[in-house]
T-cell receptor, first 112, second 113 residues
């Protein structure tokens, strides 16, 4: 099955700085890579996703890049704000089960 | 629309007791999932149902059973609870398995003592 590794496990930045979270995956046939944000005590919610036929996708302050050759993808948050503080999960779709396999999560803390 | 609704929100069980977590979605989705979330381990797939009438094992199925009762409902049963099953359980659904957005329920906090 798919294996997704996510780094770092915790990340602290100053408000206004950029934050980058990186994930690697094992299944070279995986073709769908979403990112979820989970605020404390809340449910995970999709913030952005990318498919394997695209190298980069942006949505305002958030961007995701995908390197299929290296089997890694990254989340970039620019001009971070305190409300960006949360746990972020990357995921990849397992082509066997066709269900999402999640990374272990990154706790992002944005210091005002 | 309520989205994905799961019950109970909190439960304390004694080792060996059984219980069922209930989940229902009102988005007419074909696929449903049960994940567990443990500190430092992310979200791990327990079981999933690609469509009504089908269920499949995920990464960590041992100690659990599921029932896809109809298109709306997907329940998770712990037959003999163990402390290792203390976790937060999330039910989720998506239109189908082919890369669509997964919508999560609010979570069920289960403690086994």
């Amino acid at each position: 099955g798919e294996n997704v590794e996510q780094h770092p496990s915790t990340l602290s930045v100053q408000e206004g700085d950029s934050a980058v979270i990186k994930c690697t995956y094992s299944d070279s046939a995986s073709n769908y890579f979403p990112w979820y944000k989970q605020e404390l005590g809340k449910r995970p919610q999709l913030i952005i996703d990318i498919r394997s036929n695209v190298g980069e996708k942006k949505d305002q302050r958030i961007a995701v890049t995908l390197n299929k050759t290296a089997k890694h993808f990254s989340l970039h948050i620019t001009e971070t704000q305190p409300e960006d503080s949360a746990v972020y999960f990357c995921a990849a779709r397992d082509t066997g089960r066709r269900a999402l396999t999640f990374g272990s999560g990154t706790r992002l803390q944005v210091q005002p | 629309n309520a989205g994905v609704t799961q019950t109970p929100k909190f439960q304390v069980l004694k080792t060996g007791q059984s219980m069922t977590l209930q989940c229902a979605q009102d988005m007419n989705h074909n696929s449903m999932y049960w994940y567990r979330q443990d500190p430092g381990m992310g979200l791990r797939l327990i079981y999933y149902s690609a469509s009504e009438g089908t269920t499949d094992k995920g990464e960590v199925p041992n100690g659990y059973n599921v029932s896809r009762l109809n298109k709306r409902e997907f329940s998770l049963r712990l037959e003999s609870a163990a402390p290792s099953q203390t976790s937060v359980y999330f039910c989720a659904s998506s239109e189908n398995l082919s890369g669509n957005t997964i919508y999560f329920g609010e979570g069920s906090w289960l403690t086994v003592v």
